[in-house]
C-alpha cells in the first residue's frame, strides 16, 4: 500500500505511522518538518506547508496514493484545498473528524454512526462537521471517495487524559497530586466516558485503510472499555503511587470561572456521558480489537512522563487558578454552615 498522511507525527497519527511501517507501507509524511525527529526509519518525508498548494501540487506531480489521510484539518476551506490537490490522486481521502461532533446534549447515551450531528457548545465540533458535510457533498456528486473517522478521547504515553486541565497540558494535574494537594474532577465523577490508547486507535484506522467497504462511510473508533471520571482519576492517582483528593465541581461553574475554553471542552464534550457502540468497525475491520485496557495504559503513559522530564511542564497559572476555585468552594461551605 501506498499513503500519504498530512500531519504524521501527533498522538493519534504517529501510532498508524509505527504501525504501518511495520506492515511494509510505502509512507508519505506531509508536514512542515518541525516535529520529524522521532520519526521511525523508513519514512518518506515531503517537507513543505499544506497550505501552500503551489509547492505541495509540485511535489505530488507525478505521485499517486492508495490513500491519503489528514490529521490536521479543521474547516471546511482546508478540505476544498485537499479536494483540489488530491482529487484523481487516491483511491481514497480519509479524514480524522472528531466524535465531539456527535449531538450534544445526546437523547440516548448509546452512541453509533447514526447518532445525529449537532454540537452548540464547541465552535471546534462546528466546524469538524461543516467538514463532513463538505466531504460527503463530493462524494456523492463528484465521486470522491471519501472515509470519516471519528476519535473520541485517545491518548498515549506522552500526556495525561483528564478532563479539568490548563492550556499548558495535564502534568500540573499530576504535579498537584504528588504534592497532596486536590484536584478538581468537573461535576460528581460518575458521567461515564472512553479512553482510547492510540496504538488501538491504529488498529482500527489501519483496517480502514484501502477497505472498499470503507468508502463514503463514517466511522468511530474507540475502546470498548467504559469508565467513570472518578475511576479516571483514581487510576491515575494509584500509577502515581498517591491518595487521590479530589474535589468535585460543577461543569457549568468550572465554564463560567476561567479562561478556558471550558464550555466547549467540558459543556460541549467531557461532562456528557458517552458509551461508543463499535458494530460497524467491527463489521469493517473484523479482527479489530481494543486491547489496552484504560489503567494499563496509564502505568505505562506516567512512567514515560516520569523519566523523561521535558514532558514535565508546568503550569502556574493554572495551579493558582486551582487553588482559588477549591477556597471558593470551601469558603461558600463555611459561610453557609456558620
Not at 38 to 54: S, T, W
Amino acid at each position: 500500500m501506498k499513503a500519504l498522511f498530512i500531519g504524521g507525527t501527533g498522538t493519534i497519527s504517529s501510532a498508524i505511522t509505527k504501525q504501518l511501517l511495520v506492515k511494509g507501507c510505502e509512507l508519505y509524511l506531509l508536514n512542515r518538518g518541525t516535529r520529524n525527529e522521532d520519526l521511525p526509519a523508513g519514512v518518506n518525508i515531503m517537507k513543505a506547508d499544506i497550505n501552500d498548494e503551489d509547492q505541495v501540487s509540485k511535489l505530488i506531480e507525478n505521485l499517486e496514493f492508495d490513500v491519503v489521510a489528514d490529521f490536521i484539518a479543521f474547516e471546511p476551506a482546508q478540505l476544498e484545498r485537499d479536494y483540489r490537490l488530491f482529487k484523481g490522486k487516491t483511491k481514497q481521502f480519509m479524514f480524522i473528524s472528531s466524535a465531539s461532533a456527535y449531538q450534544t446534549p445526546l437523547s440516548d447515551y448509546r452512541i453509533t454512526e447514526g447518532t445525529p450531528l449537532s454540537n452548540p457548545y464547541w465552535e471546534y465540533s462546528r466546524n469538524k462537521i461543516a467538514c463532513e458535510e463538505y466531504l460527503m457533498r463530493k462524494y456523492r456528486e463528484n465521486g470522491f471517495p471519501i472515509t470519516i473517522v471519528r476519535p473520541s478521547h485517545t491518548y498515549s504515553e506522552r500526556s495525561i487524559p483528564l478532563g479539568v486541565h490548563g492550556s499548558k497540558g495535564t502534568w500540573q494535574v499530576a504535579k498537584r497530586m504528588l504534592e497532596n494537594k486536590p484536584v478538581i474532577i468537573h461535576g460528581d465523577g460518575t458521567s461515564l466516558w472512553t479512553m482510547t490508547h492510540n496504538s488501538d486507535f491504529a488498529k482500527g484506522f489501519i483496517g480502514l485503510m484501502g477497505n472498499i467497504h470503507a468508502i463514503g462511510e463514517s466511522v468511530h473508533i474507540t475502546s470498548d472499555e467504559t469508565v467513570t471520571w472518578n475511576q479516571i482519576y483514581g487510576v491515575i492517582a494509584d500509577a502515581l503511587g498517591v491518595k487521590l483528593k479530589a474535589v468535585h465541581v460543577s461543569s457549568d461553574f468550572l465554564a463560567a470561572c476561567s479562561k478556558e475554553d471550558y464550555r466547549g471542552g467540558l459543556l460541549g464534550d467531557k461532562a456528557n456521558s458517552v458509551v461508543f457502540d463499535n458494530s460497524k468497525l467491527k463489521r469493517l475491520v473484523p479482527e479489530f480489537v481494543a486491547s489496552t485496557r484504560f489503567d494499563q495504559g496509564i502505568r505505562q503513559t506516567i512512567a514515560y512522563i516520569l523519566a523523561h522530564p521535558e514532558h514535565q511542564t508546568e503550569d502556574k497559572e493554572f495551579d493558582s487558578w486551582c487553588d482559588k476555585v477549591i477556597y471558593a468552594l470551601d469558603d461558600a461551605l463555611r459561610k453557609i454552615t456558620e
